[in-house]
DNA sequence: CGCTTAATTGATCAGGGTCAATCGTGGTGG
DNA sequence: CCACCACGATTGACCCTGATCAATTAAGCG
């Protein structure tokens, strides 16, 4: 199931990480021993219930960690995107599945060799230390956004969120579809459509085409996110 | 702010956890390092911004940690009890508060005094990336119900959450007030109680006591969990 | 150019929130 | 000992946000 279009060792020269010297760090100690992988758009990465043997680094494109109930209900935890670590479990099986957004350029690491590694060098035991509390951090702050905000600072906070990812904070390009909007933020697509055409009516934002959102009014957009 | 009614050293011996060897053993090699103190009822642990310098063990007791929003709506993000590590965080600043739900028993370690201890000994590096990534997962599932469960959905899983914490699987007694599950599960105490009566309705708990729960029929409990 | 999938928009509905009254329980003091 | 009070929990009436259902428009793509 899990798709690879491509397979060879991996030359670190090879990775086009433009993102800050903190990110592009992370995780840098890890670098030398992964494998590079492509993935096109919408393929699965591995699935909930699946062999938590290998681990990924995100080098270009969108993945996203998603959690499904037995009725096909879909909750999407996060959205991963370049110098990002994903799929790292402790347990024998995954509690998380993953895809691609876009069409991704992934490392893979086999987690039993960089636990093996991690015993020798305290850069990488950290490294992963630092990548599950900020992954839990972030999944905390998601959660208090999931149980007491309103669609329209869902979708603000969503903006927001994104906009500190992108390169250019005032025009943003959203990877992914409203569908996969509307499961990250616990909403359903008509709610996520209205909520930004909303904001553009208010001339918070232009939407010139629907993955393009320019921020026009940064401040009001924050106030939106209460 | 942070109520210490009681501080003396801690005696491994003293600990009277009650919980399985896996719970019991999570933490122990931690043990020799803490100071226990004593929290009463609904006084403040830590609070969001405060100093990171200490984390805490409940030795008895329910703990409770969550968000704020700038209007006062508040997402518990978890509950602690006994076993369990809470307030451990990499950033200066804390991103959660802490309140003890119950009169609690916990034990407060240095976060510098434990960081240089796990420099040499793996077991401590290796309680607390434990300690992250369980709390991670956790986070996960929480962000699922509080996204896509319906009002008696999340109820019934409360339920189920706290069974499998309880000693006495049949008979739970909550430590907290329907406002503490209410701001868990992101709904009001209104939809919290009437879900619960109507449970009761069809005969799949009791409630003798507001504070305590009989589960009747624990099939229909976890199909009403979804 | 036509087909398919994504997104928008509108009309209606319902789940859960809000507001308000009542009940229950436990603590306090006359 | 019991009346009173305070606080938590329950219950009811009503409302509103966001979901659902449905139709239309827009955007990719062979």
């Known amino acids: 199931m899990t798709a690879q279009m491509a ?25 030398a021993a992964g494998t590079v992988i492509q993935v096109a758009a919408s ?23 998603c959690k499904f109930l037995s009725d096909g209900r879909r909750q999407i935890e996060a959205f991963h995107v370049a110098g990002d670590l994903f799929g790292f479990e402790l347990g024998q099986e995954r509690l ?10 992934l490392v893979s690491y086999r987690r039993r060799s960089i636990e093996t590694l991690a ?3 305290q850069t ?10 900020q992954n839990l951090a972030q999944a905390q702050d998601h959660s208090l956004l999931l149980g007491r905000r309103g669609a329209a600072e869902k979708v603000a ?9 992108s390169a250019d ?23 996520v459509s209205r909520s930004l055409t909303q904001f553009e009516r208010d001339g918070v934002i232009a939407l010139p085409y629907s993955r393009q959102v320019k921020i026009l009014n940064i401040d009001a957009l924050e106030d939106l996110a209460a």
Chains 1, 2 share one sequence.
């Open 157 to 165: 906070s969503f903006l927001l969120g994104w906009a500190k990812l």
């Open 169 to 191: 904070k005032r025009v943003l390009h959203l990877a992914m579809t409203r569908q996969d909007i509307a499961d990250y933020l616990g909403l359903t697509i008509e709610t």
């Open 43 to 65: 393929r699965e990465v591995f699935a909930e219930g699946g062999d938590t043997d290998v681990f990924y680094k995100v080098v270009s494109g969108v993945v996203r960690c």
């Open 124 to 133: 990488i035991s950290h490294q992963l230390f630092q990548y599950a509390m």
């Open 7 to 31: 397979d060879k060792s991996y030359s670190p020269a090879a990775s086009l990480e433009a993102r800050t010297a903190w990110m592009a760090g992370r995780a840098e100690p890890l670098r």
């Open 119 to 121: 015993q020798k060098d």
């Open 96 to 105: 998380l599945s993953a895809e691609a957004v876009s069409d991704c350029t």
